[in-house]
């Protein structure tokens, strides 16, 4: 069954670094998507991107992120300066159409020391 | 704003039944979700309920749909102890040209032997 793939698994770096976290959707999906879950909260929306554009963003979503499809197949995030704060799980999601449910990635979990 | 609850933890006896339920405050909801998360591992899509239908079942699963009170709820029948993980309801809402989820706080289920 095809999946949403994201790597690395598990990322530390140190406060003020930057941090690219790449996600490979299910190769027919055309509506890409990150989340995040800080330990302990709930699963947030950052941002939607359609058409090689962001459709929408979150107020999580601020001038440290910026997300790109580089290709045909890659989808990534960037955190530009990393905080502490940024420290969660992050998930990667891709659906195939507007109507279509939504498949998740196994996540990166990213440490900002 | 819309916002998605959940009761934090259940447990069951192996082989009883589970039901964990969920209410939602958006009337525009299209689709209903059902997400499983393992200890360290991604959100895995059970099922999902189309707003119209009131009622789906995929063998142990069943999803009942109560629109008029926005309540969800998901029945696991004969619950084993692989069962047990924390289950995110979600509901997805339109939002220009895309529809992004939120995600309520997750059910923690125990299924004791």
């Known amino acids: 069954e095809p999946e949403v793939t994201q790597t690395p698994s598990h990322q530390v770096t140190q406060m003020g670094q930057e941090v690219i976290l790449r996600c490979v959707p299910i190769?027919?999906?055309?509506?890409f998507y990150w989340y995040r879950q800080i330990l302990g909260q709930k699963v947030e929306f950052l941002v939607s991107?359609?058409?090689?554009?962001?459709?929408?963003k979150s107020e999580i979503f601020d001038d440290q992120f910026s997300v790109e499809r580089p290709d045909g197949s890659n989808f990534t995030l960037k955190i530009r300066s990393t905080k502490l704060e940024d420290s969660a799980m992050y998930f990667c999601a891709s659906k195939e159409g507007r109507n279509e449910k939504l498949f998740f990635g196994s996540g990166t979990q990213l440490s900002v020391l | 704003g819309e916002d998605v609850e959940q009761s934090l933890f259940l447990s069951v006896r192996e082989g009883d039944s589970s039901v964990i339920n969920c209410t939602y405050t958006?009337?525009?909801?299209?689709?209903l979700y059902w997400y499983k998360q393992e200890p360290g591992a991604g959100l895995q899509l059970l099922t999902y309920i189309f707003s119209n239908m009131d009622m789906k079942q995929d063998q142990r699963l069943t999803v009942l749909l109560n629109k008029k009170d926005k309540h969800l709820s998901l029945r696991i029948a004969d619950t084993q102890t692989g069962d047990s993980a924390i289950y995110f309801c979600?509901?997805?809402?339109?939002?220009?040209?895309?529809?992004?989820?939120?995600f309520g706080s997750g059910t923690q289920l125990t299924v004791l032997p």
């Open positions: 190769s027919n999906h055309l509506y």
């Open positions: 958006d009337s525009s909801s299209t689709y």
């Open positions: 979600a509901e997805s809402r339109s939002s220009g040209s895309a529809r992004q989820l939120t």
């Open positions: 991107f359609y058409n090689n554009e962001i459709s929408e």
